[in-house]
């Protein structure tokens, strides 16, 4: 080898010299570098997911604590307070099912004002809609049958 080495000119020896300051050069780039980007693109990505799914833990374990604040009396008193805020006219309520149940019947409601009742039920006491029948009247308004539950 040193023979070949001494056998070269000055300008074979820098060209040799050069091709392989590339070669190992690229060497370095594929077999060591490259390697490491992907291992720390990986590396990111699962600490992403990892935070992601620490945030959603985070979220479900608060979550008891807006269930515990909601308003677990009786749902009649629930359905009929609601409504008084809200300035519904209510013209008819029955409690059926021993209570589990409510029918409930307003006149001259709009459907804004029946729309954000029902969410606000559904907000505060988990009550929901089991059965509706709304019909209109003048005026735009409407009247609504409905009964209202929590299961």
């Known amino acids: 080898m040193k023979n070949w080495w001494g056998g070269l ?10 091709a392989a300051i590339l070669i190992l050069a690229l060497m370095v780039q594929f077999l060591l570098l490259s390697p490491l980007g992907r291992w720390h693109k990986k590396t990111d990505a699962r600490l992403q997911a990892a935070i992601n799914t620490q945030k959603l833990v985070a979220e479900a374990i608060a979550q008891p604590a807006s269930l515990e604040a909601i308003d677990d009396r009786p749902i009649a008193p629930l359905v009929t ?27 001259g409601a709009s ?12 907000d505060q006491a988990a009550i929901h809609v ?22």
């Not at 709304?134 to 308004?141: K, R, V």
């Open 9 to 18: 000119s000055g300008r074979e020896r820098v060209l040799i010299a050069v």
């Open 81 to 107: 307070d609601a409504a008084t805020r809200m300035k519904l006219n209510m013209v008819q309520r029955n409690i059926i099912e021993n209570g589990a149940r409510v029918e409930i019947v307003f006149e």
């Open 111 to 122: 459907l804004r004002t029946l729309n954000q009742y029902l969410l606000d039920l559904q």
């Open 130 to 151: 089991v059965r509706a029948n709304i019909e209109p009247e003048a005026d735009g308004l409407f009247r609504a049958q409905l009964v209202l539950s929590r299961e």
